[in-house]
């Protein structure tokens, strides 16, 4: 026996016949619409989800997390295809140019670019606004310096004065 035999070694999925992988006693296929997708597994840890979210309770099995403020988001993938989710509305966030959402039925957090959500008007009211519509974002030193006294919890006049045009922020 080699030592990377485990790398080539390949089983098969007992529900559908897709080439899989053997994790543990377990076996996990790559195809998405089987039982035993990774997706479709317990999972030890929940990564891609942050503390201030909404995320999956442990006590939901994954995939069939439900969110408690359902809104549907029209994506239009890179290879052309329409993709529909349904995302919890207080996950919502826009991180310039991509909106990060926590999606149904895994309750993980996924990013989209904005060019190709095709509700974009729809998506953008649900989240939470950093700036007025009408307002330009501010400048990477103003970001700067509202981020350092959000952090560190502290203050500073210019930071009053930048706080004043970005209350939200």
């Known amino acids: 026996m080699g030592l990377f035999d485990f790398l080539k070694s390949t089983v098969q999925c007992p529900s559908c016949g897709t080439p899989a992988r053997k994790s543990g006693n377990t076996i996990v296929c790559p195809n998405p619409l089987c039982r035993n997708f990774e997706g479709n597994q317990p999972a030890s840890t929940t990564r891609g989800e942050s503390a201030g979210a909404p995320a999956r309770p442990a006590n939901v099995p994954r995939g069939q997390w439900q ?94 004065r930048i706080r004043a045009k970005y209350p939200a922020w």
């Open 67 to 160: 969110p408690q403020q359902p809104f549907t988001v029209r994506y239009r993938n890179f290879q052309n295809l329409e993709q529909i989710y349904t995302a919890e509305a207080e996950s919502c966030r826009r991180q310039k140019n991509h909106i990060s959402l926590v999606v149904a039925p895994t309750g993980r957090r996924i990013t989209l670019r904005r060019d190709r959500i095709q509700n974009l008007p729809e998506v953008e009211a649900r989240c939470a606004q950093r700036v007025a519509p009408d307002q330009n974002w501010p400048t990477p030193r103003e970001r700067q310096v509202l981020n350092y006294h959000k952090k560190h919890g502290t203050t500073s006049p210019l930071y009053e």
